[in-house]
């Protein structure tokens, strides 16, 4: 196909912004997101970077030119150092246009198998530990089985404590976001006591090294997601031992077509594959949905909206059923960004 135009559509939030993608090709549009900081305080990815790399290198590079396929398409990204937000938003996108052109579902395009998907919230910091239990204990009431609890410094082993003595059936893990060290291997190994499911992204994402090293001494699984930022990263990680699970998230690691690699490679290491998004909208979530209806993807979906308590009126769970349109479905509607053509 021949690509005609890349819109860029930005919606802020308080820190973050879901940069939406469209590109557009004989006739049709295909949807891609990339959530993205304000400002690059845990990631050199932010907004203002992300757009300039959208505008100044992918829409010269890409449109007006004829892309056959989707490893066409990652050839040419490939070429790009870095950026893999941005990069999987045009490839997602990609892969929508390619499947509404072909007139079946994404899902359907991508060979997955037409199953329902639920996506979990994990359990980040509350003003109190009794807020934490008490949102936990409704969660549980309405049939939740497993939880994730991000912890921070001053929020850690004391919580997972608590909340292993309260529900001492439910299974738990924990996810660091890459901010403890190897100096607090004591409070790694510790956790092991309250029998935690796995210990997600403990240490910095470029530390794949230290990640090997602290997997060695555990017996509970290291669960990388932040690290698998590309298939480059996600084989190292697999060949240094870094981890015992990875955590796939479509919008992170370059697209559809890098997840589908990163799938190939875990399978072939026989590393369990789970599937992230921090998706604020529904482009991203049908996306994550429909890499998540592959076999053999673990569910459900960590859908990880920035620590927050969801919205009262939120779907729980949230659960996306295959369905019948081409591509992701409706598109999202949006003023054209483009200045309106003068009338003749």
Request: proline share 10%; glycine share 6%.
């Amino acid at each position: 196909m021949k690509l005609d135009a890349l819109q860029i559509f930005d919606l802020p939030a308080a820190q973050q912004t879901a940069v939406l993608v469209r590109l557009d090709a004989d006739g049709a549009s295909g949807w891609g997101e990339a959530t993205v900081e304000a400002a690059p305080m845990h990631s050199e990815q932010w907004t203002g970077a992300t757009r300039a790399f959208l505008e100044q290198c992918l829409v010269p590079e890409l449109i007006g030119r004829e892309i056959a396929s989707a490893d066409e398409l990652a050839q040419i990204l490939a070429c790009f150092r870095g950026h893999s937000l941005a990069k999987g938003a045009v490839d997602c996108a990609w892969h929508d246009l390619a499947a509404r052109l072909a007139q079946k579902p994404l899902w359907q395009s991508l060979a997955a198998i037409g199953r329902e998907v639920t996506f979990v919230r994990p359990f980040g910091p509350r003003p109190s530990l009794d807020d934490l239990l008490a949102d936990l204990a409704a969660s549980i009431d309405k049939g939740l089985a497993q939880v994730t609890l991000k912890l921070r410094p001053g929020w850690g082993i004391d919580v997972v404590r608590a909340v292993r003595s309260t529900f001492p059936n439910l299974a738990i893990r924990v996810d660091f976001d890459g901010t403890a060290t190897l100096d607090q291997r004591d409070l790694l190994y510790r956790l092991q006591d309250y029998q935690v499911a796995a210990i997600e992204q403990p240490l910095d994402a470029d530390d794949l090294v230290g990640h090997a090293l602290l997997q060695e001494s555990l017996r509970t699984p290291v669960c990388l997601d932040q690290s698998i930022a590309s298939p480059e990263r996600a084989q190292l990680a697999l060949d240094l031992a870094s981890c015992q699970e990875i955590r796939l998230a479509p919008d992170l690691c370059g697209g559809l077509t890098a997840a589908q690699e990163i799938l190939a490679a875990c399978h072939e290491a026989a590393v369990p594959c789970l599937i992230g998004t921090r998706a604020q909208t529904e482009v991203g979530r049908r996306h994550a949905a429909a890499l998540a209806m592959l076999a053999p993807v673990a569910a459900p979906i960590e859908l990880d909206d920035n620590n927050e308590p969801p919205p009262t009126n939120a779907p729980h769970p949230l659960t996306i059923s295959p369905w019948p349109e081409p591509g992701i479905g409706p598109p999202p509607h949006f003023p054209d960004p483009r200045p309106p053509t003068p009338d003749p």
